[in-house]
């Protein structure tokens, strides 16, 4: 440093100042805005280092959101929270920002799914009812892992079923929806174990696919021969054993439900099913219990009268026992007869008759061919009288026409009869036109004569008479019979009495070895002599007539 010094003057007894150099330092002041910027800046770098993945969720509805305040949880943990709040520029969504925490990258994928918890009352029951007092928050479900993603859309209902519970999806196959809605419960003997996921109508639209999970441990009941039913409502039937009322629970008469076991007692279950599989969900118990038969036989049935109350469906029945069904129905006309026709397809399953074994092997057409020549006809029969159902029978009828089974048209043809009902009217028809033609005039004018003839004959003089004269002989009889009775029947009893007596004098005479019989027997050798002697003194007599004057005399 340069420093002036300046001359030297008189007035040296005047002090001069001494200059000297000193270092700068840094004032204190600065120390605190240094140490201020310095955590600033670590709060900075940690809030950035911190900091998780912003997501961008839209919602149809902000109700219960608010930024800076909902909560997004996972498990009842919290992992992120709301941020902003806007609209979607049509107006038509909520987007919803949020910020999560650090880490949470691992749980956002493309099968990761949103949902606002609030309170809800619905048909599965009442839920979120805390949040009436902590307000609504943001539940999620990771799903299983994917690609990355960020933007999601926001469910409107809670799921069914998440990632974390235990379980087992399954795939049921239906020809109708029913009564079955999402989150309808599936029962196991009476236990719920499960709920429908979803549903939706099959790629080819002929079938309505339901996804259904079943919680452990019950998805090791569902096994590769299991089957499952539509429970919905209740089942109510009326046979010989009474009336039965039966359903699955109270939940499942509203809401509608599943069922599913192994309904063949007979059946060995197997191993349980893997993930995903596909069912058949039938319509009711009775159906999941009817055994499937892989031969079927189709036939036709011509009626030429009225099949109302026939249906598809309907049973064919042997004697009771049911042995197909019927398939199809409807009107043809022949051109040719002029006539119409209805004919009905018939299937007939060849395994529900059972064939005994060492009777030798028929196929099913020789079988068919000897029945039906043995008089095997079909005919239509009600089946419910309050319903007016019909169904098949298949029975012999002795006194039918022999007719054979025809091999002509796409399938054979079974011979029918007309059912009971047109028989019992061609009967009927048949005494009406014998009343026809009896003579109802000419025998209604001969009773009018007759009834004339006999109102001539009561009302004459000569009847009257007659009747008056029937009392005094009707008296002088009454008193012939009691003189019979008073005089007459004691004598009778008398004489019984001594016949009776008589005959047990003679029964004992004829008793073998009695005296009597001994002494009678006596006599009648003495007789026999007699008669001996009698007839040596005829022969005499008529030799020597003279002696009876002179004598038997002396031989010469």
Known sequence: ?????????????????????????ISIVWIIPVIAALVGGWLVYKTFSEKGPDVTITFKTAEGLEAGKTKIRYKDVEVGQVTALSLSKDFSKVVVKAQFVKGAEAYLSKNTR????????????????????????????????GSPEYNFKGLEEPPIVTTVDPGRMFVLKAERKGSIEIGSPVYYRQIMVGKVVAYSLAPDGSSILFKIFINAPYHEYVRQNTRFWNASGFDMKLDAQGFHLQTESLMSLMVGGIAFDVVDNYETPKEAASEDTVFTLFADREAAQKKDYPEKKLFILNFNTSVRGLSPGAPVEFRGIQIGEVLDLKLEYDSVRRAFEIPVLIMIEPGRISLKKGRGQHSFKN?????????????????????????VALDFFPDSPRTPVSYHGDYPTIPTLPTQIEELGTKINHVVDKLDRLPIDQIGKDLRDTIHSAKRV????????????????????????????THTTPEIDAVLKQASLSLAASQAVLEKDSPIQYRMKDVLEELSDAARSLRVLADYLESHPESILTGKGKEK
């Open 1 to 25: 440093m340069n420093v002036n010094i300046p001359p030297e003057s008189d007035n040296d007894d005047i002090p001069q100042p001494v200059i000297r150099s000193r270092k700068r330092r």
């Open 114 to 145: 949103f949902w606002v918890v609030r309170a809800r009352i619905a048909v599965q029951g009442i839920s979120g009812l805390g949040t009436l007092f902590s307000g609504a928050y943001i539940d999620m479900d990771p799903g299983k892992p």
């Open 367 to 391: 079988i068919i061919d000897y029945l039906v020549a043995k008089g095997l006809c079909a005919q239509l029969q009600t089946g419910n009288l309050v319903t007016g159902q019909q169904f």
């Open 458 to 485: 009561i009302g004459s003089p000569e009847l009257i008479k007659s009747l008056r004269a029937i009392g005094p002989a009707i008296s002088e009889l009454q008193a012939l019979i009691n003189g019979l009775r």
